[in-house]
C-alpha cells in the first residue's frame, strides 16, 4: 500500500540501511510503498559537452567524462545548498533539482534566479579549468506545482528519487528542444511563469540570462551565498575526486560500487502517453493518487522482469529512471555474437512484455499500463576502430547520496535516439553502426529515422514481431542463429547530431 511521508524522510528512505530500520521500527509495514506528495518548483540542469568527450571513444575519454560529471555535481550541490534546495536525481548530464515551496505556491523568484546562476558560474568555470578549450554549455528549465516522489528501485544501486508530475515532466521536455524547436539558449534557464498562478495552464516560458555578467549583477546578500557556494566547492570537490580516482582502481572487494569499464547495449525505454495518466490523478482523490503511485512502483520492477526473458549471458545494469523512462545496459559476454540479433530480440520481448502477451514475470503488465506503451532506443557501436559498446559505469556523490552514471559512446547515442522527435510509441530506435553488425534477415523491419536517415534506423513492434516469426519458421528453432558479424577493416566515418 501507497504510504504518504514527507520529502525529507523519502530523502533518508534513499540509504537502504534507513529505510531498513523504518520497517523494523515498524515505520513502515512490509509492501508499504513511501511516497512524498510535493509542491515545489523542479529546475532541471543539461549539460551539453562535444561529442568527443559526451560520446568518449576510448577509456580516457570516458573516465574524463565521469571527472566532468563529479565537478558538475559539485557545482550543483555548491549552489544548491545555502539556498535550501535538494537534489533529486544526477542522470549523468542531467541534474534535477527541487526547491520545496509552501502550500499557498509562493516562490521567490529573485532567490530562484541567483541559485540558478551561482550554480551556472561555479560549473561553468571548474568544467572550464577540467577540459581546458573544449567548447561546452550548460542550460536550465524550472517549472512550479505538485508532483509525487519515490525512490528509485529494483536493480539500480543510485540513491536517486523519481518524480511523477507535470512540473517534473514539462521543464525536461523544454530541454530536449533544439534551440530552432522553441529550446533553451545556452546559458539561459526557462521559467514557466504561468505555473506560479495554474500549474496545468499552458506553459509560458521567462528566458533568464544566466551568463557571467548575470552574476557580477547580483545583490549583496545573494553574493554571499556566491563566497558560500564557492566555499562548499573548495571543501567537498577535493574529496569527491579522489574518492572516484581510488574508486576507479580495481577493488575485487567492492565490484557494486566501483567503475567498471563494461560491452554491451545501452537502453532507453520511454513510457509514452503516463503523463496524462499522472496528470489525470493529480486532479482526482486520494485513491487515484495512490492507485498511481502503486502502479508505477510495479512499473519499476519492469526491468528485472525483462531481464529473464534475455538469453544468457546478458545481464541487466539498472541505471536511475529518468522520470517514466527506464535506463539499462544490456551487458554482454560475447559482443561480436549478441550484435548480430540482441537489439532485435531485447526491444521485442521489451514490448511483448508490455503487451501481456510475452514472457516476463507474473505481473499483469497489460493491466498495469493501461493504454500507455513503450518507445524503446538502444546503441552499441561498431566492434572494431573505437570504444563503441563500452561503457565506463561509476558513482558520483552530492549531498551525502551517491548517483550511478554512465560515460562512453552507447551513453550518449542511446540519449540521443531516445529523444530524437519524429518517432511514437511501440516504435524501436537504433543507431547506423548496430543495424550494419545485424544479421541481414533482421535487418528487414527496420527504415530510416524520418529526421535522421544517416543516424539511426526505425522498427515498429509489428515489422519486429513478424521478422521474428519469419526466421524461426526458416530456421525452425527457437534460439537466434550465430553468424559472426563482419568485420571492416576501416571504420565508417561516425556523423554526429547537430545537438
Same mark, same amino acid.
Given at each position: 500500500?501507497?504510504?504518504?511521508?514527507?520529502?525529507?524522510?523519502?530523502?533518508?528512505?534513499?540509504?537502504?540501511?534507513?529505510?531498513?530500520?523504518?520497517?523494523?521500527?515498524?515505520?513502515?509495514?512490509?509492501?508499504?510503498?513511501?511516497?512524498?506528495?510535493?509542491?515545489?518548483?523542479?529546475?532541471?540542469?543539461?549539460?551539453?559537452?562535444?561529442?568527443?568527450?559526451?560520446?568518449?571513444?576510448?577509456?580516457?575519454?570516458?573516465?574524463?567524462?565521469?571527472?566532468?560529471?563529479?565537478?558538475?555535481? #559539485?557545482?550543483?550541490?555548491? !549552489?544548491?545548498?545555502?539556498?535550501?534546495?535538494?537534489? %533529486?536525481?544526477?542522470?549523468?548530464?542531467?541534474?534535477?533539482? %527541487?526547491?520545496?515551496?509552501?502550500? &499557498?505556491?509562493?516562490?521567490?523568484?529573485?532567490?530562484?534566479?541567483?541559485?540558478?546562476?551561482?550554480?551556472?558560474?561555479?560549473?561553468?568555470?571548474?568544467?572550464?579549468?577540467?577540459?581546458?578549450?573544449?567548447?561546452?554549455?550548460?542550460?536550465?528549465?524550472?517549472?512550479?506545482?505538485?508532483?509525487?516522489?519515490?525512490?528509485?528501485?529494483?536493480?539500480?544501486?543510485?540513491?536517486?528519487?523519481?518524480?511523477?508530475?507535470? *512540473?517534473?515532466?514539462?521543464?525536461?521536455?523544454?530541454?530536449?528542444?533544439?534551440?530552432?524547436?522553441?529550446?533553451?539558449?545556452?546559458?539561459? %534557464?526557462?521559467?514557466?511563469?504561468?505555473?506560479?498562478?495554474?500549474?496545468?495552464?499552458?506553459?509560458?516560458?521567462?528566458?533568464?540570462?544566466?551568463?557571467?555578467?548575470?552574476?557580477?549583477?547580483?545583490?549583496?546578500?545573494?553574493?554571499?551565498? %556566491?563566497?558560500?557556494?564557492?566555499?562548499?566547492?573548495?571543501?567537498?570537490?577535493?574529496?569527491?575526486?579522489?574518492?572516484?580516482?581510488?574508486?576507479?582502481?580495481?577493488?575485487?572487494?567492492? *565490484?557494486?560500487?566501483? *567503475?567498471?569499464?563494461?560491452?554491451?547495449?545501452?537502453?532507453?525505454?520511454?513510457?509514452?502517453?503516463?503523463?496524462?495518466?499522472?496528470?489525470?490523478?493529480?486532479?482526482?482523490?486520494?485513491?487515484?493518487?495512490?492507485?498511481?503511485?502503486?502502479?508505477?512502483?510495479?512499473?519499476?520492477?519492469?526491468?528485472?522482469?525483462?531481464?529473464?526473458?534475455?538469453?544468457?549471458?546478458?545481464?541487466?545494469?539498472?541505471?536511475?529512471?529518468?522520470?517514466?523512462?527506464?535506463?539499462?545496459?544490456?551487458?554482454?559476454?560475447?559482443?561480436?555474437?549478441?550484435?548480430?540479433?540482441?537489439?532485435? #530480440?531485447? !526491444?521485442?520481448?521489451?514490448?511483448?512484455?508490455?503487451?501481456?502477451?510475452?514472457?516476463?514475470?507474473?505481473?499483469?503488465?497489460?493491466?498495469?499500463?493501461?493504454? #500507455?506503451?513503450?518507445?524503446?532506443?538502444?546503441?552499441?557501436?561498431?566492434? &572494431?576502430?573505437?570504444?563503441?559498446?563500452?561503457?565506463?559505469?561509476?558513482?558520483?556523490?552530492?549531498?551525502?547520496? #551517491?548517483?550511478?552514471?554512465?560515460?562512453?559512446?552507447?551513453?550518449?547515442?542511446?540519449?540521443?535516439?531516445?529523444?530524437?522527435?519524429?518517432?511514437?510509441?511501440?516504435?524501436?530506435?537504433?543507431?547506423?553502426?548496430?543495424?550494419?553488425?545485424?544479421?541481414? &534477415?533482421?535487418?528487414?523491419?527496420?527504415?530510416?529515422?524520418?529526421?535522421?536517415?544517416?543516424?539511426?534506423?526505425?522498427?515498429?513492434?509489428?515489422?519486429?514481431?513478424?521478422?521474428?516469426?519469419?526466421?524461426?519458421?526458416?530456421?525452425?528453432?527457437?534460439?537466434?542463429?550465430?553468424?559472426?558479424?563482419?568485420?571492416?577493416?576501416?571504420?565508417?566515418?561516425?556523423?554526429?547530431?547537430?545537438?
Amino acid at each position: 500500500m501507497p504510504k504518504r511521508v514527507s520529502f525529507n524522510q523519502l530523502l533518508g528512505f534513499t540509504k537502504r540501511a534507513i529505510l531498513l530500520e523504518a520497517y523494523n521500527a515498524k515505520t513502515l509495514g512490509e509492501g508499504d510503498v513511501p511516497f512524498s506528495d510535493t509542491q515545489g518548483v523542479h529546475i532541471y540542469s543539461d549539460l551539453k559537452l562535444e561529442m568527443s568527450l559526451a560520446a568518449a571513444e576510448d577509456e580516457e575519454g570516458a573516465y574524463r567524462n565521469l571527472q566532468i560529471l563529479q565537478v558538475y555535481a #559539485t557545482a550543483a550541490e555548491s !549552489a544548491a545548498v545555502p539556498a535550501g534546495i535538494s537534489i %533529486l536525481e544526477i542522470q549523468g548530464q542531467r541534474i534535477h533539482f %527541487l526547491k520545496e515551496v509552501e502550500s &499557498d505556491g509562493s516562490v521567490d523568484l529573485e532567490a530562484l534566479y541567483a541559485m540558478c546562476r551561482i550554480f551556472h558560474g561555479v560549473a561553468t568555470r571548474e568544467i572550464g579549468r577540467l577540459i581546458g578549450g573544449t567548447e561546452f554549455s550548460i542550460r536550465m528549465a524550472a517549472d512550479c506545482g505538485r508532483a509525487f516522489l519515490l525512490k528509485s528501485s529494483g536493480l539500480d544501486e543510485s540513491e536517486s528519487i523519481v518524480s511523477l508530475g507535470v *512540473p517534473a515532466n514539462r521543464p525536461a521536455k523544454k530541454l530536449a528542444r533544439n534551440v530552432g524547436d522553441n529550446g533553451v539558449p545556452a546559458g539561459h %534557464l526557462a521559467f514557466n511563469i504561468a505555473s506560479l498562478t495554474d500549474s496545468d495552464a499552458e506553459a509560458q516560458w521567462e528566458i533568464i540570462d544566466l551568463r557571467e555578467e548575470s552574476i557580477l549583477a547580483l545583490a549583496a546578500n545573494q553574493q554571499i551565498l %556566491l563566497e558560500s557556494a564557492n566555499d562548499v566547492f573548495k571543501s567537498r570537490n577535493s574529496t569527491a575526486m579522489t574518492k572516484l580516482a581510488r574508486d576507479f582502481s580495481p577493488n575485487p572487494n567492492n *565490484p557494486v560500487h566501483q *567503475p567498471l569499464r563494461r560491452q554491451g547495449f545501452m537502453m532507453r525505454a520511454d513510457l509514452d502517453g503516463f503523463s496524462a495518466r499522472v496528470r489525470d490523478a493529480m486532479n482526482g482523490s486520494d485513491e487515484d493518487a495512490y492507485e498511481l503511485v502503486r502502479d508505477f512502483h510495479s512499473i519499476m520492477q519492469y526491468p528485472a522482469a525483462f531481464k529473464e526473458t534475455l538469453p544468457s549471458g546478458i545481464k541487466v545494469l539498472l541505471f536511475p529512471w529518468a522520470g517514466d523512462c527506464s535506463n539499462m545496459l544490456l551487458e554482454c559476454e560475447d559482443y561480436e555474437l549478441e550484435r548480430t540479433y540482441l537489439p532485435n #530480440t531485447a !526491444a521485442l520481448n521489451w514490448h511483448d512484455q508490455g503487451r501481456g502477451t510475452g514472457l516476463g514475470g507474473k505481473t499483469n503488465w497489460r493491466k498495469v499500463l493501461g493504454e #500507455t506503451k513503450w518507445l524503446v532506443a538502444l546503441a552499441g557501436g561498431e566492434n &572494431d576502430g573505437a570504444d563503441h559498446g563500452y561503457i565506463l559505469t561509476g558513482n558520483v556523490e552530492a549531498m551525502g547520496r #551517491t548517483f550511478h552514471v554512465g560515460a562512453g559512446w552507447g551513453w550518449r547515442r542511446s540519449l540521443d535516439a531516445e529523444q530524437s522527435k519524429g518517432t511514437k510509441a511501440e516504435e524501436t530506435v537504433i543507431q547506423k553502426e548496430d543495424f550494419d553488425g545485424l544479421d541481414t &534477415d533482421l535487418q528487414k523491419p527496420f527504415r530510416d529515422h524520418p529526421y535522421h536517415p544517416t543516424l539511426f534506423k526505425v522498427a515498429s513492434f509489428e515489422g519486429l514481431a513478424k521478422s521474428n516469426r519469419e526466421r524461426r519458421n526458416e530456421i525452425r528453432i527457437s534460439a537466434p542463429a550465430i553468424v559472426p558479424a563482419t568485420k571492416a577493416v576501416i571504420p565508417a566515418p561516425r556523423p554526429y547530431l547537430n545537438r
